[in-house]
């Protein structure tokens, strides 16, 4: 046991990260020592609202954001739902029109059906081959009535960066609102809020080396979101709920840390990412890379391997123990093949032998070699046994 954990090589650093040690050392005197309510008003817990204001400061600086438009939340999917009901709610007397993408979240494409249900309209845009959403098809699709566009910045599957400063351009020279999914890439490529024009963003802790269920909605200045929690005073009333103290803290210096190591950990990423996407295209024929080739997050690496079960793939690859994963946590157990992988147009059948390998600055390239050796011998043990396989082989 002791010797696979040792060996364990892990590759799935976009359905949760490791907390980074200066983190968890930043949050554990908010257990222990200072663990005051931060909204009393006795000198003890001064030191916690301290925290949490330099909190504030560390997830807004990030973004180009001011410590008053955060707010914290439980994670990514509570900062979607919020960001998005509380606007069809606000707005509804202006239109109930929103527009998103194919390729969501499920946090943003339920919410969005939930809201179908109440009576909006929602239009989910179509993307091109690489993931992209176009601008054209984004003006094309604004109505009068629009009153939220929600684009993601990077998609969790397949890696694909999307050009969020044009289409937040488009949004507000139409005087509509913009939100932002950011959960992948905030803390992993640069975003100003400013200069991309976002009015709203979600971010999460445990994606960027923090810890799980927190996260933040960022939310412009001027903007009158209603609440998400009904109670007390906290987050100036829009979040009710005794703050999470250490969790807030650990955001705060996970997105710190994050935005000092940025630049060298995408750099370091981007080769070690090329380095494993050259291999696998170069050693295991009928693959093909998923999302766009260079407009991709830095640690994402997603291919379809033709004629096998990426479920086969997964548990195969974690008896080598490598984790990697066949698209999104809350896909993978279910039959259905991924949306987004279906999005880009790849048939069915194709869209079943996908792979996520998701890189984090700790991988090595032995690493990478041991699993692009894994993966060959993998691949090939299952095409063998594959009559799809045995069809096609003939036919040639
Ligand atoms: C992980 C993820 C979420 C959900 O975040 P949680 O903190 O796990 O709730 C939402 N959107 C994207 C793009 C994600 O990758």
Same mark, same amino acid.
């Given at each position: 046991?002791?010797?696979?954990?040792?060996?364990?090589?892990?590759?799935?650093?976009?359905?949760?990260?490791?907390?980074?040690?200066?983190?968890?050392?930043?949050?554990?005197?908010?257990?222990? &020592?200072?663990?005051?309510?931060?909204?009393?008003?006795?000198?003890?817990?001064?030191?916690?609202?301290?925290?949490?204001?330099?909190?504030?400061?560390?997830?807004?600086?990030?973004?180009?954001?001011?410590?008053?438009?955060?707010?914290?939340?439980?994670?990514?999917?509570?900062?979607?739902?919020?960001?998005?009901?509380?606007?069809?709610?606000?707005?509804?007397?202006?239109?109930?029109?929103?527009?998103?993408?194919?390729?969501?979240?499920?946090?943003?494409?339920?919410?969005?059906?939930?809201?179908?249900?109440?009576?909006?309209?929602?239009?989910?845009?179509?993307? &091109?081959?690489?993931?992209?959403?176009?601008?054209?098809?984004?003006?094309?699709?604004?109505?009068?009535? /629009?009153?939220?566009?929600?684009?993601?910045?990077?998609?969790?599957?397949?890696?694909?960066?999307?050009?969020?400063?044009?289409?937040?351009?488009?949004?507000?020279?139409?005087?509509?609102?913009?939100?932002?999914?950011?959960?992948?890439?905030?803390?992993?490529?640069?975003?100003?809020?400013?200069?991309?024009?976002? &009015?709203?963003?979600?971010?999460?802790?445990?994606?960027?080396?923090?810890?799980?269920?927190?996260?933040?909605?960022?939310?412009?200045?001027?903007?009158?979101?209603?609440?998400?929690?009904?109670?007390?005073?906290?987050?100036?009333?829009?979040?009710?709920?005794?703050? %999470?103290?250490?969790?807030?803290?650990?955001?705060?210096?996970?997105?710190?840390?994050?935005?000092?190591?940025?630049?060298?950990?995408?750099?370091?990423?981007?080769?070690?990412?090329?380095?494993?996407?050259?291999?696998?295209?170069?050693?295991?024929?009928?693959?093909?890379?998923?999302?766009?080739?260079?407009?991709?997050?830095? %640690?994402?690496?997603?291919?379809?391997?033709?004629?096998?079960?990426?479920?086969?793939?997964?548990?195969?690859?974690?008896?080598?123990?490598?984790?990697?994963?066949?698209?999104?946590?809350? /896909?993978?157990?279910?039959?259905?093949?991924?949306?987004?992988?279906?999005?880009?147009?790849?048939?069915?059948?194709?869209?079943?032998?996908?792979?996520?390998?998701?890189?984090?600055?700790?991988?090595?390239?032995?690493?990478?070699?041991? /699993?692009?050796?894994?993966?060959?011998?993998?691949?090939?043990?299952?095409?063998?046994?594959?009559?799809?396989?045995?069809?096609?082989?003939?036919?040639?």
């Amino acid at each position: 046991m002791e010797e696979k954990e040792n060996r364990r090589i892990y590759l799935d650093n976009a359905a949760t990260t490791r907390v980074r040690e200066e983190v968890l050392q930043e949050m554990l005197p908010y257990f222990r &020592d200072n663990y005051a309510n931060p909204s009393a008003i006795y000198t003890f817990a001064g030191e916690a609202k301290k925290a949490v204001g330099k909190a504030r400061e560390q997830a807004a600086a990030l973004i180009g954001a001011k410590p008053n438009e955060i707010y914290f939340t439980a994670g990514g999917s509570e900062s979607d739902n919020w960001a998005i009901r509380a606007t069809a709610e606000g707005l509804a007397d202006k239109g109930r029109h929103i527009i998103t993408s194919k390729i969501e979240h499920h946090a943003i494409l339920h919410t969005c059906e939930y809201l179908e249900r109440q009576g909006y309209e929602v239009t989910y845009l179509d993307v &091109d081959a690489e993931g992209k959403v176009a601008p054209e098809a984004l003006q094309r699709a604004i109505r009068p009535d /629009t009153i939220l566009i929600s684009i993601m910045a990077a998609n969790n599957e397949i890696g694909t960066i999307e050009p969020i400063e044009t289409l937040g351009q488009i949004a507000h020279e139409k005087g509509i609102l913009f939100h932002t999914d950011a959960v992948q890439a905030y803390g992993h490529i640069p975003i100003n809020v400013e200069e991309m024009h976002i &009015d709203l963003l979600s971010a999460s802790g445990h994606k960027l080396n923090g810890p799980k269920g927190v996260g933040i909605l960022y939310c412009r200045e001027n903007l009158r979101l209603g609440p998400l929690i009904h109670g007390g005073a906290q987050e100036r009333g829009r979040r009710a709920g005794t703050l %999470n103290v250490p969790g807030i803290v650990g955001f705060g210096k996970a997105a710190a840390l994050s935005g000092e190591t940025m630049q060298e950990r995408m750099e370091r990423e981007t080769a070690l990412r090329d380095y494993l996407i050259d291999r696998v295209l170069a050693e295991i024929p009928y693959t093909r890379l998923n999302g766009h080739r260079q407009d991709r997050l830095s %640690n994402n690496a997603n291919f379809c391997f033709r004629f096998i079960e990426g479920e086969s793939l997964l548990i195969l690859l974690d008896q080598k123990g490598i984790c990697g994963s066949s698209g999104s946590a809350c /896909t993978s157990g279910a039959l259905d093949p991924s949306h987004v992988l279906l999005a880009i147009g790849l048939p069915h059948e194709i869209a079943h032998g996908s792979l996520r390998l998701t890189l984090s600055e700790e991988n090595t390239r032995e690493e990478i070699d041991r /699993t692009v050796e894994a993966l060959k011998e993998i691949v090939g043990r299952l095409r063998d046994m594959s009559p799809l396989y045995e069809d096609f082989v003939k036919r040639q």
